[in-house]
Nanobody, 127 residues
Framework: QVQLVESGGGLVQAGGSLRLSCAAS????????MAWFRQAPGKERDFVAR????????NYADSVKGRFTISRDNAKNTVYLQMNSLKPEDTAVYYC????????????????????WGQGTQVTVSS
């Protein structure tokens, strides 16, 4: 049974930082690309960042470039999202997702491209 378990969310002031983690089990983690999405209240679930199976390639939504960093540790079956300079508009539930396929950039944000999803962790940024 595949499980993706996010942690590290919480309440932080604008300008602060958080580090999210997503621990994977039940799958061959090192062959999956991993991604983070987020969903604010009343909005769709949006792509945030993606990292290739070996960590060699990363992609980001324009809204988080230069502030967020995605990374992974294949020995620990874990993917991370370091979030700096947080803004109130970053408030959302953050989800990690796993994709067995190699994707071109135009398809990385497609939710149905991902095989497995976590339950999410809440991030709230106060102004």
């Amino acid at each position: 049974q595949v499980q993706l378990v996010e942690s590290g969310g919480g309440l932080v002031q604008a300008g602060g930082s958080l580090r999210l983690s997503c621990a994977a089990s039940g799958l061959s983690f090192r062959v999956y690309a991993m991604a983070w999405f987020r969903q604010a209240p009343g909005k769709e679930r949006d792509f945030v960042a993606r990292i290739s199976y070996n960590g060699g390639t990363t992609n980001y939504a324009d809204s988080v470039k230069g502030r967020f960093t995605i990374s992974r540790d294949n020995a620990k079956n874990t993917v991370y999202l370091q979030m700096n300079s947080l803004k109130p508009e970053d408030t959302a539930v953050y989800y990690c997702a796993a994709d067995r396929q190699i994707r071109t950039t135009q398809f990385m944000g497609a939710r149905d491209a991902y095989d497995h999803w976590g339950q999410g962790t809440q991030v709230t940024v106060s102004s």
